[in-house]
């Protein structure tokens, strides 16, 4: 039995964010994009039992149930080299997936138990796994490359792969949706997820061409617990005699877990916290925002000069979307660079989506909410409509 090439009636995608302690989903009508239900299964402990739960929604779905489910896609958060773009799974798919849960090990291990979990469910049901690092695949050689021999680079498959691509992929192109501009090759946008992780990523022509994070998450910008770019001889100076004598695995847990804003405030990784702290004159709260919104101001001006200019700068995430302090404190200073705001729009723009620059401003400066899972979805869609597949096909993973 095949699935017909482009679904009729109420079929349903389902959406996966599997964690490592937390299962996000989404429920999607497939033909018409409309979102029929979201869910949360947090701090899990029994992945089968959490994931039990899903499907038990989507057995309650009305119009048939699980047989409404005509595909399942996954966030998958490091696709390495291997994976330029979302893929249908199957088992060689599930093996490239399974190479990168070292270099990912909060994530793709839970990503996997997703799928497989699913399949065993729904054996022959469309699977999709979009990444997280595919949109930043586009990002050229003198961009990725650490300046370490190439030899042990290739070897150890160190370069700089990106994250929170399936974000910075929705509000790039949701940003030229809602200015009614057309896809072109010299269109230069950059994107800033802040959220409890950070990045930002510099666009050219719908292709990154850069971006913050590097082999890891910790690279870039400051966040919420973690320390963004360092002098790599820090960490073997606080192993050794004449520093603090760590392990690796405290000097890892301390630039991941107790640095940031954490860190430098000593008071809390929560931004809102932190303004009103600083309301009160607390100096370690006045610290960690200017040490955060500087390293901001930094690359977005590296970024303006990779590109040759930018037509359009996005705030995205929690605090993207919900910080106007933030916002006004990051671009205060970029004005010759055609970063203008709209002081008293930006200020009345919380959660949603607008444009917050002023008219004189060279720069269309923008605030959209961003949806992983909205994203997902359409990847989904549009591998689910792009051939029919064999019943020998269905049959695998």
């Known amino acids: 039995m095949e699935n017909s090439a482009k679904p009729q009636g109420e079929q349903v995608v389902v959406v996966l964010n599997c964690g490592s302690s937390s299962v996000k989903y989404t429920f999607y009508d497939c033909s018409s994009g409309r979102e029929i ?23 309650a779905l009305p119009g048939g149930g699980l047989e409404s489910v005509c595909a399942i896609g996954h966030r998958v958060v490091h696709g390495g080299r291997k994976f330029r773009w979302p893929h249908r799974v199957n088992d060689e798919v599930l093996e490239g997936i399974q190479s990168y849960c070292d270099l990912a090990p909060l994530h793709n291990p839970y990503n996997l138990l997703g799928i497989k979990f699913w399949a065993s469910r729904l054996p022959g049901v469309l699977q999709v796994a979009v990444f997280d690092t595919s949109f930043h695949s586009t990002i050229p050689p003198h ?7 190439l030899k042990v680079a290739v070897e150890n498959r160190i370069r700089r792969y990106g994250f929170h691509g399936i974000s910075h992929h929705y509000v790039h192109d949701r940003a030229i949706e809602f200015l009614e501009y057309h896809y072109r090759k010299d269109l230069n946008i950059i ?14 022509g719908g292709r990154c061409i850069d971006t913050s994070m590097g082999f890891t998450p910790l690279e870039g910008l400051v966040m919420g617990t973690r320390c963004g770019d360092l002098d790599p001889a820090v960490i073997p ?27 430098l405030s000593d008071l809390s990784s929560d931004v809102r916290d932190l303004l009103k702290a600083r309301e009160e004159r607390h100096e370690g709260a006045w610290l960690a925002l200017a040490v955060f919104t ?20 996005v705030f995205t995430a929690g605090i993207g979307e ?9 671009l205060e200073g970029l004005e010759k660079l055609g970063f203008i705001l709209n002081v008293g729009v930006n200020a009345e723009t919380r959660g949603t989506e607008g444009i917050i620059s002023s008219k004189e401003s060279p720069v269309k400066i923008l605030v959209i909410p ?15 409509e792009r051939r029919v597949w064999t019943a020998e096909e269905q049959g695998k993973i």
Request: glycine share 8%.
């Open 237 to 263: 100076f606080l192993m050794s005699s004449e520093g603090e004598e760590m392990t690796l695995d405290e000097v890892n847990d301390l630039l991941n877990k107790k640095s940031g804003l954490a860190g």
């Open 143 to 149: 961009a990725h490359h650490y300046a370490i021999p």
């Open 294 to 313: 500087y390293r901001l101001k930094k690359y977005i001006g590296a970024y303006h000069a990779a590109l040759g200019g930018t037509d359009i700068l």
């Open 37 to 59: 239900l979201r869910g949360l299964e947090d701090r899990v402990t029994d992945y089968d039992a959490a994931l039990e739960k899903v499907v038990k929604k989507a057995s």
């Open 322 to 330: 919900n910080s106007p302090e933030i916002r006004a404190e990051t």
């Open 370 to 384: 961003t949806d992983e899972d909205r994203m997902i979805f359409k990847e989904t869609v549009r591998i689910l």
């Open 191 to 204: 994107t800033c997820h802040l959220g409890a992780g950070c990045s930002i990523a510099a666009v050219k």
